[in-house]
T-cell receptor
Framework: ETGVTQTPRHLVMGMTNKKSLKCEQH?????MYWYKQSAKKPLELMFV???????ENNSVPSRFSPECPNSSHLFLHLHTLQPEDSALYLC????????????FGNGTRLTVT | RKEVEQDPGPFNVPEGATVAFNCTYS??????FFWYRQDCRKEPKLLMS???SGNEDGRFTAQLNRASQYISLLIRDSKLSDSATYLCVVTSSDAGKSTFGDGTTLTVKP
């Protein structure tokens, strides 16, 4: 496989559920990101990891918990979400933070019921 | 003021038209600039990087004006398949991240 792969593609969960989103990149990049895109809204940066260390938490509620076990894998653990958290969650990677272009996965479309 | 601002659009143009998008940024320490394309309900995809000397890729031309802090994207001979949202992206080492514009929607009609 090449590029950035996200699973699952679609997820429907209740407000009391716990689920995780997974992202894997095969590009040899050192930085990974989580973005949120709500309907007809711009991309919102959530978290940044550089060499497995979290370098940015963009005031994200604690019901979203990221995990980066190594430079190739990134998870987003979800618990007690709200309906307004329904959105497209996009993972991206780049060679480094700051000046490298981002490569996005195809996203997980999340619906919270 | 937003860090990255784009023409709000939407742009509706006929096939074969030439269309230009502008994007301004506020952080003078910005160092890398990109245009991305996002199709409906899909992920953004890198269209092209923007270099100080300007660069061209087929029908697409990108320009950077550091003094005025804006970048532009010119699309010549528009195709139906060019219909998408175009995102301006600015990165800076001091912020250590990329900042996306809100996007400009282009619809090319037959």
């Amino acid at each position: 496989e090449t590029g950035v792969t996200q699973t699952p593609r679609h997820l429907v969960m209740g407000m009391t559920n716990k689920k995780s989103l997974k992202c894997e990149q095969h590009l040899g990049h050192n930085a990974m990101y989580w973005y949120k895109q709500s309907a007809k809204k711009p991309l919102e940066l959530m978290f940044v990891y550089n060499f497995k260390e979290q370098t940015e938490n963009n005031s994200v509620p604690s019901r979203f918990s990221p995990e980066c076990p190594n430079s190739s894998h990134l998870f987003l653990h979800l618990h007690t979400l709200q309906p307004e958290d329904s959105a497209l969650y996009l993972c991206a990677s780049s060679q480094t933070t700051g000046d490298s272009p981002l490569h996005f996965g195809n996203g997980t479309r999340l619906t919270v019921t | 003021r937003k860090e990255v601002e784009q023409d709000p659009g939407p742009f509706n143009v006929p096939e074969g038209a030439t269309v230009a998008f502008n994007c301004t940024y506020s952080n003078s320490a910005s160092q890398s600039f990109f245009w991305y394309r996002q199709d409906c309900r899909k992920e953004p995809k890198l269209l092209m990087s923007v270099y100080s000397s300007g660069n061209e890729d087929g029908r697409f031309t990108a320009q950077l004006n550091r003094a005025s802090q804006y970048i532009s994207l010119l699309i010549r001979d528009s195709k139906l398949s060019d219909s998408a949202t175009y995102l301006c992206v600015v990165t800076s080492s001091d912020a250590g991240k990329s900042t996306f514009g809100d996007g400009t929607t282009l619809t090319v009609k037959p």
